[in-house]
């Protein structure tokens, strides 16, 4: 257990830096970044639109969505598919670094009930940390 908070306090750190980095020009930047052959990865087809209209005229240029608390899908989605480079726009790496975050949270809380419940005599006083 996170008796010190720390994912939830990581958590909020990060999205107060990602409040902060709002309209500072990180999309116009990866659409200047990326060359004919590349493909960039987003979250949502609001963000593959916005893309698609900012990457007129760079044609070759592949916007594909994907979820980004399933990496699996990520991986299965490119499986197979030619490209020069692989980009992730900033809302995609934004969610995936939260969710990995509070996924290594719960695989904490997974741990200690397997370890209590496997030793009924392991004594333990739980914490409130809500």
């Known amino acids: 257990m996170d ?7 990581i958590i909020n750190m990060l999205h107060g830096y990602f ?8 999309t116009t930047l990866l659409t200047q970044v990326v060359s004919d052959g590349d493909i960039i990865i987003t979250d949502t087809n609001r963000n593959k639109e916005l ?5 007129i005229g760079k044609k070759s240029i592949r916007v594909i969505v994907t979820n980004p608390y399933y990496l699996e899908e990520t991986i299965n989605r490119l499986s197979g598919v030619v490209c020069n480079n692989l980009y992730f ?19 904490h809380e997974y ?17 409130n940390t809500k």
């Not at 741990?111 to 419940?117: A, E, F, P, W």
Request: hydrophobic share 30%; glycine share 2%.
């Open 19 to 26: 409040d902060a980095l709002k309209r500072t020009g990180r």
């Open 3 to 9: 008796i010190f908070l720390y994912a939830k306090t």
């Open 51 to 55: 893309l698609d209209r900012m990457l």
């Open 89 to 107: 726009d900033h809302t995609w790496l934004e969610k995936s670094f939260v969710n990995s975050i509070d996924q290594r949270s719960k695989d």
């Open 111 to 127: 741990i200690k009930r397997v370890i209590i419940k496997s030793n009924p005599d392991c004594t333990h006083k739980t914490y």
